[in-house]
């Protein structure tokens, strides 16, 4: 109590501190969204192999988690030291290079960096010293390990989503940003509506529009931010989703048939929703009356 007290008291100490601890989470997320797919991947695949009664491939037996083994460079293998691991630091002193094979380090591994340290600063400074700020943390630094791991393989892992979940419930236990009746009706609406809106594109169609982890991630926001946000979050994202996609057609060309997941526009938008969705949601109600 007594350190949230110096925080609250030295405001801007508190933010450079979130924003270095920040990076480091970055760092980590890093870790989280390159390797969680493979864990995964090795996990369905031994189990195939256990349902078929076959001996796993040697690879699978291997020790692969979020710990171990220490990150190397994808070209020349070479092991990643603490001094060349430093969050964007280290980077910038690489000059964005290997410093074995002299190839380049791509540029996300910075930028996940700085934009998780920067998005925790913009909940701290919107939430204040309080548990809010926490628990917004929580909230924001999962939806960026989501909004990446299903932008690079289309999936948003039930390791995460459902205990994004809970605690989701859990906090809204003490009010922490709705009440617990809101968070619950949220929880229900989130995924039963895409579920419905999948089944009936599916039925019109013929193909399917989303996967069952967008359904359970709209949900864990309702959880999160109460069933009142829903409309909000769903809006925002469908026409930055729809913006995005015209674009990408037609300033880069791609095929309309390729696909586009669906998780980064709700992720963004659960964002927003956490930090203005109240009171923009408000405005906007406002003006209808005025109207």
Sequence with gaps: MQLLQYFAEHIVLFLISIFLFGLLIGSFLNVVIYRLPI??????????YNYLNESPAKESHEKYNLVTPRSRCPHCDHQITALQNIP???????????????KPISWRY???????????????????VSWQTLAGLILIW?????TFIDYDTQLLPDNITLPLLWVGLFLNLFSTFTSL????IGA??????????????????????????????????????????????ILTASVVGAITGIALMLVF????AVPIPFGPFLCSAGLIGLLWGQYLTNSYLQLLRIG
């Design 253 to 256: 060309g791609r095929d309309k």
């Design 188 to 233: 229900l609406a989130g995924y039963l509506f895409l579920w419905l809106v999948f089944q009936g594109f599916k039925l019109v169609t013929g193909k399917e529009g989303m996967g069952y982890g967008d359904f359970k991630l709209f949900a864990a926001l309702g959880a999160w931010l109460g069933y009142e946000q829903l409309p909000f979050i």
């Design 142 to 146: 999962t939806l960026m390990a989501l």
């Design 39 to 48: 864990i995964l991947e090795r996990s369905w695949r031994d189990e195939c």
């Design 88 to 102: 964007v630091l280290s980077f910038l002193l690489l000059k964005g290079r290997c410093i074995s094979c002299k």
């Design 110 to 128: 910075p930028v996940i960096e700085l934009t998780t340290a920067l998005l925790g600063v913009l909940v701290a400074w919107h939430f204040g």
């Design 181 to 184: 009746q809101s968070a619950v």
